[in-house]
C-alpha cells in the first residue's frame, strides 16, 4: 500500500524531534517537576490510604477496582518508601508521560511544533489532570494505557504497520487491569473504527493478536470476579439503585466537563474534536471523533463523574493543536495568534492550579474560590464539606487516629486484647492502619468495600471501638454504648465529623453479625 503526503509529512516529523518533541519533553518534564513540589503540601487522600491497606493484602482483584494499582503501590513503597513524596513519585512521572504522550499523537496527526507545544500545554495544565496526577490512584495511570493504545494505532495507520498492534494489545491488557472503566474505552474505540474505513484492520490477524494478548493479561482478573461472583457489577449496582454519585442532565454535563479542563482550553479541544469529524485533513482520523463522541454519550447517559472521562481529552487536544496550526499557517497574525492562544490556555490553568493542587496554605482556598465566584464542586450527593473533597479528603486521619489511640490505651489491658476497632468507611480503616502502629493500635476491621473480605479476624465482638457510627444504630446493636471524643476536623469532609463510640458487647457474635454489616459502594 502507498503512503499518502500525509503520511509523508508525519514521516517527517518525526525526523525533526527539535521542532516539536523536545517542547514534548519539556513540558512533561515541567508537568512531573510541578507535581513533585507541590504532591506533599497537606496530608494523604482517604483513598490512599486505602490503596496502602490494598497492597498490603496482594490478590487478583478487589470489590471496588482493578489489581493493578494495589501491585504497583507496593513496588513503590518497596522502593521508594512510605512518605507522601513517595508514595506520589509515580503518579508525578504518569503526569510527564501523559504530556508526552499528548505530544506524540499530535505528531502522529500530522502537527508540528506550535501543535505539539498548544496541545502539550493544555493537558498540563488542565485541572483535572493536576488533580489526577497529585496523589496516588488509578486515575492517574490510566490516560497512559488509553493514549498509549491511540498512539500505536495511529503508527500503525500511519505507516501501514499493523505489528504495533501488539502493543496496543499489551497497553489494553494492563489498562483493564488498571481500571475497569476501560472497557468503555475499548467498546468506543471498536465502534469508532467500525464505522470509519479502518474497519479493515478487523481483517488483520495482527487485531486478533492484540484482543488476544489484551484478554490475556486481563484474565486473572476476569478469573477473580467469576470466584467472587463479580462483587463489582454488585458494587457499581449498588451506586446506581442508591444515586450515590450526582447525576447531571446533558448540558450541566457538559459545562462540568468544560470546567475541569479549565474554560479556556474549550479553544483547544472543541475545535479538535471538529477536526476530527469534519476537517478534510482530519478525515483520515474520523475513527477518532467517533471513538470520543460514543465514550462521551456513553458516560453522560450513565451519568459518570465529570473525571471519569478525564483519559480521552489528551487526544482532542491533540487534534486541536493540529487545527489551530493548521489555522495559522494561513493567517498573516499568525504569531500573534499563536502567542495569544497560548497565553489564554495557560491563564486559565494558573487560574485554576490554586484550587487543585496544594499551593496555598489551606484556610486561603476557601478564599481564593470566592475570589473567582467558583462554587465547591462535588461528585457525589452527600460528601461536602468546606474544601473540594480532593482537598478535604486529606485532612483529619492523623487526628482521628490520635483521639482512637486516647480510648484505646486507657482501657484496661485485658480489655485492650479483645477490643476491636470498627471503621464505618475505608478512609477511616486504612488511616488506623497506616498511622496506628506509632500508638500501638491493632489492624482496623470494617465492612466497607474490600475490607469485608478480610473480616472480623479473631474478634468476637465483647468490646469494639465504633467510627462514624450513630448512637442510635450502636444501641441498637450493642448492649451498651459509651461516647468517647467527638471528633471535628475543620477542613475535613463533614462526614469524617462524629462521636467515638464505644461498645460494649454486640448482641450476637461478630462473625454472625458480618454478613449483615456489609457495606458495598
Known sequence: ME??????????????????????????????????????GYGYFRDELYYIALSNHLAAGYVDLAPLAAWVLRLSRLVFGNSLHAIRFLPALANGAEVLFTGLITRELGGRRFAIFLACLSVLVAPVVLVNGNRFSMNAFEPLFWMGCVYFVLRAINENEPGHLVWCGVLLGFGL??????????????????????????????????????????????????????????????????HKNVELPPL????????????????????????????RQGKRYRWLGATFIVFFLVMMELHAKDYYLAPIYPLVFAAGGAFWEGIGQGCKVRRWLEVGLAALVFAGGALAAPMVV???????????????????????????GLLPQHFGDEFGWPEMVQAVAGVYNAMPAPVREKTAILAGNYGEAGAIDFFGGKYGLPKAISAHQNYYYW?????????????????????????????????????????????????????????????RLKHWN
Open 252 to 279: 450541566p454535563f457538559l459545562g462540568q466537563q468544560i470546567m475541569m479542563l479549565s474554560p479556556v482550553s474549550v479553544l483547544v479541544w472543541t475545535p479538535g474534536v471538529a477536526y476530527l469529524l469534519f476537517h
Open 3 to 40: 503512503k499518502t503526503s500525509a503520511i509523508t509529512s508525519t514521516e517527517k516529523n518525526r525526523t525533526l524531534p527539535s521542532s516539536g518533541l523536545m517542547l514534548a519533553w519539556c513540558l512533561a518534564a515541567a508537568a512531573f517537576l510541578l507535581q513533585m513540589l507541590t504532591n506533599g
Open 177 to 242: 487491569e488498571n481500571k475497569h472503566s476501560t472497557v468503555f474505552f475499548l467498546v468506543s474505540l471498536t465502534v469508532g473504527m467500525l464505522i470509519s474505513s479502518q474497519r479493515k484492520w478487523f481483517g488483520s490477524k495482527w487485531f486478533w493478536i492484540c484482543a488476544g494478548i489484551a484478554l490475556l493479561i486481563s484474565l486473572p482478573n476476569l478469573i477473580w470476579q467469576y470466584q467472587h461472583h463479580f462483587p463489582t457489577l454488585e458494587d457499581l449496582e449498588n451506586v446506581r439503585r442508591t
Open 455 to 515: 473480616g472480623p479476624r479473631n474478634y468476637t465482638g465483647e468490646s469494639l471501638i465504633l467510627l462514624q457510627w450513630d448512637i442510635d444504630d450502636a444501641k441498637d446493636w450493642c448492649w451498651s454504648v459509651d461516647k468517647g471524643p467527638r471528633l471535628d476536623p475543620p477542613y475535613a469532609m463533614d462526614e469524617e465529623r462524629y462521636t467515638v463510640l464505644i461498645c460494649h458487647g454486640f448482641r450476637k457474635p461478630l462473625a454472625e453479625l458480618w454478613p
Open 358 to 384: 496544594p499551593i496555598l496554605p489551606v484556610e486561603k482556598v476557601p478564599q481564593y474560590m470566592e475570589s473567582l465566584g467558583v462554587k465547591t464542586p462535588r461528585t457525589e450527593v452527600h460528601h461536602s
